[in-house]
């Protein structure tokens, strides 16, 4: 069965303290793996797309990491505004749905 | 266009009552999901559609879920008998192009039943 697993499920780190969270992916043929950013009471928000292992894609202070079984979302220096959930997902090629992880929470603290 | 709208935002029901949700897409986009989000968890898919054929549902989906998309513009999702276990909320979102995860995603009504 296709599977996220996201790690930690909570982090807190100072401002300018750069790190890392962590999407284990079990899926049956990776179409892609996609990550999100949530804030308290809204929908997600679409971060970045990868596909296959070794591509990286950045935007701003984060930037996104594929392996063949995982993929990190570095965060560079972060600010008091990149606190939030942050949801990876993964496509099937056999499927239509994207399957979610349970987010990393992070809070940046001043 | 201002996004996927959502409504209504709150719904307080009792439980056996039946409830209607109903998502407005960006206009161009052919496809349309209905996920559903607990406290501390991820958004586990319910449905989706492309244009008005409902092309996939969840095996967790009970028959008293039920979703549609007329003429493949809006969308409703109709919950029958209202349970406890159903209280969430409920997001929608569109895609213009399904293999590339952007989704976009309205900001949700959230369910309470008493």
């Known amino acids: 069965e296709d599977q996220v697993t996201q790690s930690p499920e909570a982090l807190r780190l100072q401002e300018g303290e750069s790190s890392s969270l962590n999407c284990s992916y079990t899926?049956?043929?990776?179409?892609?793996l996609f990550w999100y950013r949530q804030d308290p009471g809204k929908g997600p928000e679409f971060l970045f797309t990868?596909?296959?292992a070794g591509e990286e894609k950045e935007k701003e202070r984060l930037k996104a990491t594929l392996t063949k079984k995982e993929s990190f979302l570095h965060i560079t220096a972060p600010k008091p505004e990149d606190s939030a959930t942050y949801l990876c997902?993964?496509?099937?090629?056999?499927?239509?749905?994207?399957?979610f992880g349970t987010g990393t929470s992070l809070t940046v603290i001043p | 266009d201002t996004g996927v709208s959502q409504d209504p935002r709150h719904k307080i029901t009792k439980r056996g009552q039946n409830v209607t949700f109903r998502c407005d897409p960006i206009?161009?986009?052919?496809?349309l999901y209905w996920y559903r989000q607990t406290l501390g968890q991820g958004p586990e898919f319910l449905t989706y559609?492309?244009?008005?054929?409902?092309?996939?549902k969840s095996r967790l989906l009970s028959d008293r879920f039920s979703a549609e998309r007329p003429k493949g513009s809006f969308s409703t999702l109709e919950i029958q008998r209202t349970e406890q276990g159903d209280s969430a909320m409920y997001l929608c979102?569109?895609?213009?192009?399904?293999?590339?995860?952007?989704?976009?995603f309205g900001e949700g009504s959230r369910l309470t039943v008493l």
């Open positions: 979102a569109s895609s213009l192009y399904w293999d590339t995860g952007e989704l976009f």
């Open positions: 899926v049956s043929g990776l179409r892609g």
């Open positions: 990868l596909y296959s």
């Open positions: 997902a993964v496509q099937a090629r056999s499927g239509n749905q994207f399957y």
């Open positions: 206009s161009e986009h052919n496809r």
């Open positions: 559609f492309q244009n008005e054929a409902q092309l996939e």
